[in-house]
Every structure is written in C-alpha cells, then in structure tokens.
Nanobody, 122 residues
Framework: QVQLVESGGGLVQAGGSLRLSCTAS????????MGWFRQAPGKEREFVAR????????SYRDSVKGRFTISRDNAKAMVYLQMNSLKPEDTAVYYC???????????????WGQGTQVTVSS
C-alpha cells in the first residue's frame, strides 16, 4: 500500500501561482511513477502531468505546458506541482497518484490521494 496526501491548494487570482505537494508513505516511493490529475465539477478526471520514477522524464497535458512543472524528491518521498499563470479554467480538485508504469491513463494508477481544491478567480 501507498498512502498519498496532497496539500497546497487554495484560492488564487488569475495569473497567480500555487505549489501543490504530495507526501507518500508506505512502499518505497521510488518504485512508482507519479502523476497529477484534476477534476472540475461536472467533468471527468483528467491527466495533468506525470514524472518517471527517477524524475528524468516528464510530460504534461497541452493546456498546462509552459505553466505547470512537476518534480519529485525521492529522498523525501514527495512530488510537487508548481502552477504558474493560473487561469480560471484550472479550477478543480487536484489529485496525486502513483503508478507502476509511466502512463497518462488514470485507470492504471494504483494509489490516489484525497485531493486538494484549487480555485482560480477571474
């Protein structure tokens, strides 16, 4: 089992920044690729960003490229999502998730956090 706890969400004005953190415990953190997903009211959960086990490779959904950065610290068992130039359409509950493979498919992720709310006002 892997337990994941997100933090860092909140209310921010458009153009502002937030940094989400996700703390992992349980099985060795470095065994898992990590992803961030989000779900807005009335919409399906969608992929935001992912990072390989060692942190050497990342990928993002098109709408956040150049604005969001995913990173990880395996020594601290943490993954981060730095979000800059936030837009109202970024408003959602953000989840971190752990997966044995490097994928954007939410259904392949084995462990999920409880989510943290991000609200961007216009």
């Amino acid at each position: 089992q892997v337990q994941l706890v997100e933090s860092g969400g909140g209310l921010v004005q458009a153009g502002g920044s937030l940094r989400l953190s996700c703390t992992a415990s349980g099985r060795p953190f470095s065994n898992y690729a990590m992803g961030w997903f989000r779900q807005a009211p009335g919409k399906e959960r969608e992929f935001v960003a992912r990072i390989t086990r060692g942190g050497s490779t990342t990928s993002y959904r098109d709408s956040v490229k150049g604005r969001f950065t995913i990173s990880r610290d395996n020594a601290k068992a943490m993954v981060y999502l730095q979000m800059n130039s936030l837009k109202p359409e970024d408003t959602a509950v953000y989840y971190c998730a752990a997966c044995s493979v490097f994928t954007i498919a939410a259904g392949s992720y084995e462990y999920w956090g409880q989510g943290t709310q991000v609200t961007v006002s216009s």
